[in-house]
């Protein structure tokens, strides 16, 4: 459009007209800066306002019917107190997956509890005049828990199913006979906790059939008659075309799914937007969770804060590779790299099937090789890598990273 005006516009008006498409471009870059912003922290900051309003209410409630006075408490609690519990629980709530697509209501209150319990540690080192009640803590912590769940039950209509509904949850496969029973087979295998309620014929049915539902272009109708939550795509079957389709027309209604044609894999995604999650019968790989990355990310970055107050140690103990040990750090903190990664040995192919993470200023097979003090085999650092991906927690790397630093002074 730019170069369309200043080829057929002239004078005041090519200028004005430019002036003016440049003024769209920006204000339409800034809006999706913004709305990007307020997608990944709108709930956050909903669920901080509503607890920091709850705590105010309560603080005003209890001071009433404690001391029979409204006003008992002081500033403090609204520009110390109130702000540090609320920081402490939605962290709490970060960490804990709350605010990812795939989330359960025990996620949610254990994690409360877990960030009212690390507050009401804390209490006891606060100067007297900032140990308010020990009450607001526990009146705070329901509130929260209502509040929070409260929010997604009335707008989220996700979590309202994830939270409420009984019984196990209603799906369709959309595909051909032999794809159908393949993806049934494959779910029972996983141990996917669901009602198959049948098959949709991606084709036209010349005649009714009771080996199908119907066909695809009566999905819609069907889902909404038999109350379906999940859709599985078979993806030799259904074209991607057909599935971006009625994964556009269909919304955040359902949760969909696609069975992969080469491999035993199913991808899953709420919208054509989200680049979903995979199902594998095999295994289930901690590191594809969202909250477990979280938590490895936590563990790079409290290990960085550690490193940084032993740097004047190193410099004198291991002063020529200083620079390089800097150079790692500084990229584990920008999240380019991690302190414990996969083994580089194993076979590249398997390798592709582990979740992705960044490459390890230490390997696993580093750290095998320093505890046996044997180069490992590249079946066991493939291994070793599955059963890192698969049982990873934050206590993983704890572990690891002291097993390594131990052997170094055997």
Request: net charge positive; proline share 2%; charged share 20%.
């Amino acid at each position: 459009m730019i170069l369309f005006a200043e080829k057929h516009f002239a004078g005041k008006n090519r200028r004005l007209y430019v002036l003016l498409l440049y003024t769209a471009i920006y204000l339409r870059a800034f809006g999706t800066l913004i709305g990007s912003f307020f997608k990944k922290t709108g709930l956050p900051l909903l669920d901080g306002l509503l607890t920091y309003l709850g705590l105010v209410m309560l603080q005003f409630y209890w001071g009433w019917y404690r001391f029979s006075d409204e006003n008992y408490y002081d500033a403090r609690f609204f520009v110390v107190n109130a702000p540090l519990y609320v920081v402490i629980w939605i962290t709490m709530l970060f960490f804990s997956g709350a605010y990812d697509k795939k989330i359960s209501l025990k996620s949610i209150l254990s994690s409360l509890l877990i960030g009212s319990l690390i507050i009401a540690a804390i209490y006891g080192f606060f100067e007297p005049a900032y140990r308010n009640s020990r009450a607001l803590i526990v009146l705070g912590t329901l509130w929260s828990a209502i509040s929070i769940v409260g929010n997604r039950y009335l707008f989220f209509s996700h979590f309202r199913r994830d939270f409420f509904k009984q019984g196990k949850k209603r799906f369709l496969i959309v595909g051909s006979l032999n794809e159908g029973l393949r993806t049934q087979k494959l779910l029972d295998a996983i141990g996917f906790n669901a009602y198959a309620l049948g098959i949709v014929s991606p084709f036209e049915l010349k005649a009714a059939s009771s080996q199908f539902l119907g066909n695809i272009n009566d999905l819609d109708d069907i889902c909404r008659i038999n109350q379906i939550d999940d859709i599985i795509f078979c993806s030799k079957d259904v074209t991607s075309t057909q599935i971006m389709y009625w994964m556009s027309k269909m919304g955040g209604k359902y949760q969909f799914r696609i069975m992969q044609e080469s491999n035993a894999s199913i991808i899953s995604s709420y919208s054509k937007n989200d680049p979903g999650e995979l199902f594998t019968y095999r295994i289930h790989l901690n590191l594809a969770d969202p909250r477990f990355l979280k938590q490895k990310r936590l563990f790079d970055v409290f290990v960085c804060l550690v490193y940084l107050m032993l740097v004047p140690f190193f410099i004198i103990l291991q002063r020529k590779s200083i620079s390089r040990r800097m150079g790692d750090w500084l990229a584990v903190l920008k999240g380019d790299r991690t302190w414990i990664g996969y083994g580089k040995e194993t076979l590249q192919d398997e390798k592709q099937n582990l979740p992705s993470i960044p490459d390890g200023v230490l390997t696993l097979s580093d750290i095998s090789h320093a505890i046996n003090k044997v180069n490992p085999s590249k079946e066991k650092v493939l291994g070793e890598n599955i059963i890192y991906a698969r049982h990873y927690t934050i206590n993983v790397d704890v572990n690891k990273l002291f097993q390594y630093v131990f052997s170094r002074f055997k």
